[in-house]
């Protein structure tokens, strides 16, 4: 028991000693000062009841707050390994960093993998690799009824709302993506300024809360989104139904931390909470949201219009398809995020354990889309830790025309992965509105090291491409993908996720993947089930 109070007694005695004794005078009242400190820091410790910790091991028990306080940062720079994904490995961030520099990427002494565990997987190449000049990959969106359609890069960066970054940071991301040649998602915070001042294509996001093209009453404004989409700047439409870091969740900004530039860009007042519903308002059932993408895109004078969503019952996915093919209506692109992809907040166990993860969402919608004749109609964009150019050929090869990512490119700008977004207290500026700390982001030097980044990470792609005899990164197919699905068994990608034959669902084909039992339930005028299945 005394030893709980050993560091307390110890103060007690110093401070006597200090005082009664003075032997070194200046200094023994110093030290007499400041061991009282302690010791009345004790005596409160002792006295109060908060903290159970504190009462019984007074004065020592504030280390135990004090290393649970620092101990991300003691991991992360002395303890995490180079591979350990907390989310992001350091050698993941590393060859971001490299990258966005412009300085030397490469790796001496081989593979740190271990390539014979379970889960290793690697793509295959050829004996006659292929030298690809030109890595600017393009994929062209927009379907039949897309007026103007959009030659999109193949690597875009994704939805990141002004307000959860910085002002700066968003200038930095744009003007990148001007100097590249790629798009910008503005998330679904609106329209800032800091999107507009760099000149950089826009993908705009459209949530639930309608930011920028709201009523008063936060409904959809048809006259405001047309205002919006009429800028040349904006070159898609993205509808949001569903974030894979926390699908489900709509959210609140509480009004202290809406300024009135967030204001402006999200049309809402500053003096009030602003609370984005867990689902649209805009419409019910899949027949009416395909006439509200229709909607969207005749407001937007024929620019593509598509929708982004983390699958989570598939059967509601595929009542969006079925009522695809009762109006005739359809998207001219859907954006697959993974529940590994990032965000400012989230509840833990949203963010643990709510969403299917990025390869068997994109998978299943591919091939629900191969299964009812739509998928040569609609591209397929995907999202979720794709900071590689084998992230994104992988992708690629699973049914993806298209990646985007978010967390890389703010690894471009500075991003440490501190993991203090939800704070304001980012240390680098990126993810914090406190004007003091964003100061330090530079917004021509970070611009351009999001070039960097996406410039080297194409060039890195189309080695890989050409090592595997292909021309185009949209050539990767699954049998390029190999990976062990237990230690030493090898597989490939057509064994695990194979490509389904076009209009198997039409023609009610069976199949092993519970396509066709989900298929049967899922109805076109409601998202919910015949029955209790999912």
């Not at 798009?183 to 705009?204: M, P, V």
């Not at 569903?242 to 402006?264: C, D, F, V």
């Not at 692109?333 to 990025?358: R, S, Y």
């Not at 292909?470 to 190999?482: A, C, T, V, W």
């Amino acid at each position: 028991m005394l030893a709980r109070y050993l560091v307390f007694a110890i103060t007690v005695v110093i401070t006597i000693v200090c005082f009664a004794f003075p032997v070194w005078h200046d200094w023994s009242y110093a030290i007499g000062s400041l061991s009282g400190i302690f010791m009345l820091v004790g005596i409160y410790d002792m006295l109060q009841s908060r903290h159970a910790v504190l009462r019984n091991y007074p004065v020592i028990g504030h280390f135990r707050y004090l290393f649970e306080t620092i101990r991300p940062e003691i991991r992360q720079y002395l303890i995490e390994g180079d591979d350990e994904e907390v989310p992001f490995s350091r050698e993941a961030r590393a060859i971001v960093y490299q990258r966005a520099k412009d300085v030397e990427d490469k790796r001496p002494f081989g593979t740190k993998k271990r390539v014979y565990d379970s889960g290793y997987q690697w793509m295959t190449h050829s004996i006659k690799p292929k030298k690809i000049a030109d890595s600017d990959f393009r994929v062209l969106i927009g379907g039949n009824d897309c007026a103007k359609p959009y030659s999109a890069s193949i690597y875009n960066i994704s939805a990141m709302s002004f307000g959860a970054l910085s002002a700066n940071a968003i200038s930095a991301l744009n003007k990148g993506a001007k100097i590249g040649g790629f798009a910008h998602d503005t998330g679904e915070g609106g329209i800032s300024r800091y999107h507009r001042e760099g000149g950089g294509d826009l993908i705009f996001e459209i949530g639930t809360g309608y930011f920028g093209c709201r009523t008063h009453d936060g409904r959809f404004d048809p006259e405001k989104f047309a205002a919006l989409a009429a800028d040349d700047q904006v070159k898609m439409i993205e509808l949001k139904l569903s974030q894979g870091a926390k699908p489900g969740q709509g959210g609140m900004l509480p009004a202290a931390k809406i300024t009135p530039e967030i204001a402006e860009a999200r049309d809402i007042p500053a003096n009030e909470d602003c609370h984005s519903p867990a689902s649209h308002s805009a419409f019910d059932t899949p027949l009416e949201m395909m006439d509200f993408i229709q909607q969207l895109r005749d407001l937007s004078k024929g620019k593509p219009v598509g929708f982004k969503l983390c699958i989570g019952h598939r059967r509601e996915f595929m009542c969006i398809v079925r009522a695809m093919l009762e109006t005739g209506i359809t998207p001219d692109f859907i954006v697959i995020d993974g529940k590994e992809g990032g965000t400012g907040a989230a509840p833990l166990e949203f963010t643990n354990h709510m969403g299917m993860p990025l390869v068997e969402g994109l998978t299943f919608a591919h091939n629900t889309l191969r299964g009812v004749g739509l998928r040569d109609r609609i591209r397929i964009g995907a999202s979720g830790k794709l900071v590689q150019s084998f992230d994104i050929a992988r992708t690629l090869a699973l049914g993806a025309d298209w990646c985007n990512s978010a967390r890389g490119f703010m690894f471009s700008v500075g991003c440490i992965q501190a993991q203090a977004c939800h704070t304001n207290h980012c240390p680098t500026g990126v993810a914090t509105q406190d004007e003091w700390r964003q100061r330090a982001l530079n917004v021509p030097d970070k611009a351009q090291r999001v070039a960097n980044f996406h410039r080297n990470t194409m060039k890195a792609l189309a080695d890989i491409t050409g090592a595997a005899g292909l021309s185009h990164p949209g050539e990767f197919l699954p049998r390029h993908l190999m990976m062990r699905e237990k230690d030493r068994d090898m597989v490939t990608g057509d064994d695990v996720y194979p490509y389904m034959p076009e209009g198997f669902l039409l023609r009610e084909d069976d199949d092993r993947g519970g396509y066709l039992q989900r298929w049967r339930r899922a109805a076109s005028n409601d998202f919910r089930p015949f029955d209790d299945g999912i």
